[in-house]
């Protein structure tokens, strides 16, 4: 970074032989996160779901701006200090600068724009998944629906409730996973949508279709043993994991399967990628028995009534 906060603009330097990949995300209390949100959590929330996007890509994230719109309740030094604290430790975690911004006064809003660099010809896409690759995802599914359901609910009583609160307003992005997965995965998205939908984004831009076995999802115990039932939903069609989703051509299979085997890359693998046929659905559901389960919402939608 040759010039950073202070001036009308940054200035960076570009690492040689390599890409700039942009991504930028808004937040919105009561829609991405609640109201009752501490400065901490909203900050951290806020980076880790953008370096999300970095991670999909498999870029390593260098730079971000942020736009904050504070209500007046909220532009006091305690919530400020919070939010400040809460930024820095995930910007110290992922080795990313914050390199200019904004700040207004309005519904608490947050913008924030990622930088990252990947080396040329290698970042990693949603169009290149083939017929017969499989499709792995990493980490645990469900998680973040679950969090939000007991955030909406009551989640005291729930044994896992410390773990999913972590995991909503703290999740992982799987910044090393992308990396590892350069050159390797033929496409890749992260989950923030839900699984199906995602995967969905992946068919669509790479026209083929997909299949997905449920007895494959990743799935914490904790949730399954609650409701079992409720956690297919989340694991499928919830959303807000942040996790990656991506496939993998059978050329390519023992390398991410010595990585797994290795410790290096947490990775399931959930299904297969199948010929494009535009006159069925782009992901199905299988279960056990290969019985075709029927889904009714995919994955969330911003502008659906």
Not at 4 to 29: K, R, Y
Not at 79 to 106: E, H, M, N, P, R
Not at 107 to 135: C, H, K, M, W, Y
Not at 208 to 226: D, F, G, N
Request: net charge negative; glycine share 10%; hydrophobic share 45%.
């Amino acid at each position: 970074m040759a010039l950073g906060i202070g001036d009308d603009a940054a200035v960076l330097n570009v690492t040689p032989g390599q890409q700039l990949v942009m991504a930028s995300d808004t937040l919105v209390a009561g829609v991405h996160f609640p109201e009752t949100a501490s400065g901490r959590e909203v900050a951290t929330r806020s980076l880790c779901v953008n370096l999300s996007d970095m991670a999909a890509m498999g870029a390593k994230p260098r730079w971000f701006t942020l736009a904050l719109t504070l209500p007046r309740d909220k532009a006091n030094a305690e919530w400020l200090a919070d939010f400040s604290a809460g930024l820095g430790d995930i910007a110290k975690q992922y080795d990313v600068a914050l390199v200019g911004g904004d700040t207004t006064s309005g519904p608490l809003t947050l913008t924030l724009s990622l930088v990252g660099e990947v080396p040329v010809g290698e970042a990693l896409t949603r169009s290149g998944a083939g017929s017969g690759d499989s499709v792995f995802v990493t980490g645990y599914l469900g998680d973040g629906a679950a969090a939000l359901e007991l955030l909406i609910n009551d989640f005291a009583d729930h044994t896992d409730s410390d773990r999913l609160l972590r995991r909503f307003y703290c999740p992982e992005p799987q910044i090393q996973a992308g990396l590892k997965l350069r050159s390797i995965a033929s496409a890749c998205i992260d989950i923030s949508d839900g699984l199906m939908a995602d995967l969905g984004h992946i068919c669509k831009a790479s026209g083929v279709t997909a299949v997905i076995q449920t007895e494959q999802l990743p799935i914490a115990a904790e949730i399954l043993e609650r409701s079992p039932l409720d956690a297919l939903e989340w694991a499928l069609c919830g959303g807000d994991d942040y996790q990656l989703c991506f496939t993998v051509a059978a050329d390519q299979l023992a390398k991410v399967e010595a990585l797994i085997d290795l410790g290096e890359l947490d990775a399931r693998r959930i299904g297969t990628i199948k010929p494009g046929d535009q006159s069925i659905i782009t992901v199905s559901v299988i279960d056990k028995n290969n019985t075709l389960l029927t889904v009714v919402k995919p994955g969330y939608n911003h502008f659906s009534h």
